[in-house]
């Protein structure tokens, strides 16, 4: 994750930060709460003007597709050439001319996290660490601040507000989607995307951790050997469990089976009885 501070050449003030995402090569904003609408780029103002400080990825590459050679310059090919690049690169382009443009005084400066101002610090602390899908757009998503909350991908998705007008999700995609890079949020193909604020504050909290789901994962499955070791039996009799459908795996690694721990304690304490 590459962080760049939006700067002017005429104050001091930073009041909106681009961050680039090297392996999804996609662009998010964020804005500072104190921001001066009237310090900031016309595009990011207007999204300044909602109350809105995390701006998605579609329109933060438009932003940043306004600052550097369009697509559809007649001499493109000669550009890219005399600056070394073999292909058109929005990421790179921008670097080049360090965010500048004829429009306006800002420019982009490279930055650590460490020196995010402590209200985005916060709120990208909140962005997604993972997520279980449970079916029909339901995810158990975790949080990097150890929250996890349940998500209803589609009810969210119809939020005007949420999307800021990029697209509606259909049912038939509900578990299709997948967490970005750097937890920026839930993606469905280049552009299409919910944002972790919109999950944090749309969520329903649940009476666990991060910490205590791995946990609870990790104490709760066992392997084929273990389960061995539980009944005091060979790899042959879990198979043969298995063939009679007495122990069902929840889930393969490969071609290992994995399951519940307690389903194996109760068929222990069912042939003892």
């Known amino acids: 994750m590459k962080i760049y501070a939006i700067r002017n ?58 600052r550097i050679v369009p697509t559809d310059r007649q001499n493109l090919g000669q550009i890219l050439r005399d600056n070394g690049l073999k292909t058109y ?15 306006d005084d800002h420019y982009i400066d490279e930055i650590g996290f460490g020196e995010l101002p402590a209200d985005i610090q916060e709120r990208m602390n909140k962005r997604i660490k993972g997520a279980v899908p449970l079916g029909n757009g339901q995810y158990l998503v975790c949080f990097f601040d150890g929250c996890i909350k349940k998500c209803n991908i589609f009810e969210i998705s119809r939020d005007n507000e949420c999307l800021e007008g990029v697209f509606r999700l259909y049912p038939s995609e509900m578990d299709n989607a997948r967490p970005l890079t750097d937890g920026y949020g839930f993606g469905w193909g280049d552009d299409m995307c919910i944002l972790y604020p919109s999950l944090y504050s749309k969520g329903t909290d649940l009476p666990i951790n991060y910490s205590e789901l791995t946990s609870a994962i990790k104490n709760s499955l066992v392997s084929s050997a273990e389960a061995g070791d539980i009944l005091d039996c060979s790899r042959q009799y879990i198979n043969e469990l298995v063939r009679k459908g007495r122990l069902k795996p929840i889930k393969f690694s490969g071609k290992n089976p994995l399951f519940l721990k307690s389903d194996v304690i109760n068929i222990r304490y069912t042939q003892k009885s």
Do not use: M
């Open 9 to 66: 050449d005429n104050y001091s003030e930073v009041a909106s930060y681009l961050i680039y995402s090297k392996a999804e090569k996609q662009f998010a904003i964020e804005i500072t709460q104190d921001a001066d609408e009237w310090k900031t780029p016309l595009l990011i103002a207007s999204f300044l003007k909602r109350n809105i400080t995390t701006i998605d990825p579609f329109h933060s590459k438009e932003w940043v597709k306004q």
């Open 89 to 103: 690169d929005e990421y790179e382009l921008l670097i080049l001319g360090n965010g500048r443009c004829a429009q």
